[in-house]
């Protein structure tokens, strides 16, 4: 079998996989976030934190709970890091360095995820389980939370509230995260992966000496960091590393656990507002992109010419062999359009034109599924946008499930859309402007420029993956790539929630015949059309000077 073919038949097993998962999985989590019923479990917890989760909050005490709960979370685990060295089961590691603890502290917070580190190197296995594991879930939660409040926003009226978030939030881990992390992490115990608290050993090599290994709750951590689109790597090499990720089919696995949640979301959209249509029109949007992002990166990296790429059968440099081009440029595809940054092949050594697919995929706001809960929000907001844009053209006021789009709610998507360009272009001019963030490029030239706009890109997104060439862990971009992550996670955070407390206070607006039929391919082509433009007219200068202009000169 040709390995075109075995990656053709990989996509519509995993696309069957997602199809088969999408409507019990989004009508579930549609009855979760809709329910007035709470666990026993769930109401132990409530107690625990003092949170009454019947009460109604409107969008400003909605957000200051996702802040109050997020800063926490970075004290916690920032303290947790700079004490390593005198907790135990620390396997000897010492305490991290001020600029990295917080670095870490806020990428696993801001579901991120980015590592300036060697997690087998670095991290015990209380800061492991209980530090960055724990964060795995909650923030993927958070993310799913601010989504279903924008949901509400659309389908309630004449109302300012948006629900509860401490109940959001729980029931987004008890009743989601969890049973699916429990199902998923046997699957992936059974394929090999490791899962165990032991201590450092001393491996042998086969051209003598030896190198030591620790273990760790390896299966367990995989499979939330892929299921709450997290991708922080207990070992370096990420999913790349056979402790993570053994076979081909925990490859695919892996990936299917990425797009399980995002892939799902639309189907509970449609649930909450009363129009399974309209989720179908968002669903279709995200499925389009993301198809359209895996056929061309097969094509790029199987295509690409040259002799050592023709005995090789395609791009290899920097895959791994059991996974192949196919399952790696999968894998690599849903990673980068979704907020996960988890990597099973070098991003850097992609061809000029792959590695570009993967810095737009994160530039279009990782929304084609996007992540747990920020693709589902990305996608609503770049919809109201496209809504405004078919207003302007037939000179109509512009409507979108019933709800006006008017001044307020323009401005809102706005300044969602313009916070992480501005992060992301700024910082990469500065660090590409002074000399010391320079030194730490392995390359000079449009690649190396890659590697930066590569970093800011996935640091602002919320993505994490990175440009292995870039030498991240000194005291700048531990900082700048810090506050990217920072700012590019709450900022539109606070515009999306002020956006749903706007929409929730209106009056619905009835359908007539001049009402734009969001629910229609034609609303869907006009989507997909409104992110690629508005992506492209940001980005294309800057990635002009570097993947664009490394790809053309190849």
């Avoid at 090999?192 to 491996?203: D, P, R, T, Y």
């Avoid at 996974?323 to 070098?346: E, H, M, Q, R, Y």
């Avoid at 990782?366 to 946008?385: D, F, K, N, Q």
């Avoid at 629910?519 to 006009?526: A, D, I, M, Q």
Wanted: glycine share 14%; aromatic share 10%; hydrophobic share 45%.
């Amino acid at each position: 079998m040709s390995p075109v073919l075995a990656g053709v038949l990989q996509l519509l097993a995993l696309m069957a996989a997602l199809a088969l998962a999408h409507r019990p999985l989004g009508d579930h989590m549609a009855r979760v976030y809709g329910s007035k019923r709470h666990l026993r479990a769930e109401k132990w917890i409530y107690k625990a934190i003092g949170a009454d989760p019947d009460t109604e909050m409107r969008w400003p005490a909605y957000l200051r709970g996702v802040l109050a709960f997020s800063v926490t979370g970075v004290l916690f685990l920032y303290l947790l890091q700079r004490l390593q060295g005198t907790l135990p089961g620390s396997l000897g590691f010492r305490s991290i360095d001020p600029d990295q603890a917080f670095n870490t502290a806020v990428s696993f917070v801001a579901n991120t995820n980015w590592q300036s580190y060697s997690g087998e190197q670095a991290m015990g296995h209380v800061v492991q389980t209980g530090g960055l594991a724990v964060q795995n879930f909650v923030s993927a939660a958070v993310g799913m939370a601010v989504a279903v409040a924008l949901v509400r926003g659309f389908a309630r009226s004449r109302t300012g509230g948006l629900g509860n978030f401490w109940a959001d939030l729980v029931r987004g881990v008890v009743r989601v995260l969890l049973p699916i992390s429990v199902l998923g992490a046997l699957v992936l115990v059974a394929c090999g992966a490791l899962q165990n608290f032991s201590g450092i050993h001393e491996v042998g090599q086969f051209g003598g000496g030896s190198q030591q290994w620790n273990g760790g709750a390896v299966g367990s951590q995989e499979v939330i960091k892929l299921l709450g689109t997290n991708g922080g790597g207990y070992f370096n090499a990420n999913s790349a590393h056979p402790f993570e990720n053994p076979t081909p089919l925990s490859n695919l696995f892996e990936v299917f656990l990425i797009l399980l949640i995002p892939f799902a979301l639309p189907r509970t959209f449609g649930r909450l507002t009363g129009s399974l249509r309209q989720g179908r029109a968002i669903l279709a949007t995200m499925v389009t992109i993301w198809a359209g992002f895996t056929a061309l990166m097969m094509w790029t990296e199987f295509h690409h010419g040259g002799p050592a790429f023709d005995l090789a059968g395609g791009a290899m440099e920097g895959k791994e062999t059991r996974f192949g081009i196919a399952g790696s440029a999968i894998f690599a595809v849903a990673t980068t359009l979704t907020s996960t940054g988890a990597v099973n092949s070098f991003h850097s050594s992609y061809t000029g034109f792959g590695g570009g697919l993967e810095m737009l995929g994160m530039q279009l706001g990782e929304i084609a599924p996007g992540g747990t809960g920020s693709g589902l929000y990305g996608m609503l907001v770049m919809a109201v946008i496209a809504v405004f844009i078919a207003g302007l053209m037939v000179g109509r006021t512009p409507e979108y499930l019933g709800k006006k789009i008017g001044t307020r709610e323009i401005k809102l998507a706005a300044c969602y859309l313009l916070v992480t360009p501005a992060l992301v272009l700024s910082l990469t001019a500065l660090s590409t402007a002074l000399p010391t963030p320079r030194e730490s490029m392995l390359n000079s030239g449009p690649h190396g420029f890659s590697e930066i706009l590569y970093a800011f890109t996935s640091g602002a997104n919320n993505n994490g993956s990175a440009f292995g060439g870039l030498s991240a862990d000194t005291t700048w971009f531990n900082t700048t790539i810090g506050l990217a992550m920072l700012l590019g996670r709450f900022l539109p955070m606070v515009f999306v929630l002020a956006l749903a407390g706007s929409l929730a206070e209106q009056r619905p607006v009835p359908k007539t015949a001049g009402t734009l039929r969001t629910e229609k391919p034609l609303f869907t082509g006009l989507l997909v059309g409104t992110i690629m433009i508005i992506t492209g007219l940001t980005y294309f200068p800057a990635l002009a000077l570097g993947p664009l202009a490394e790809g053309l000169a190849s």
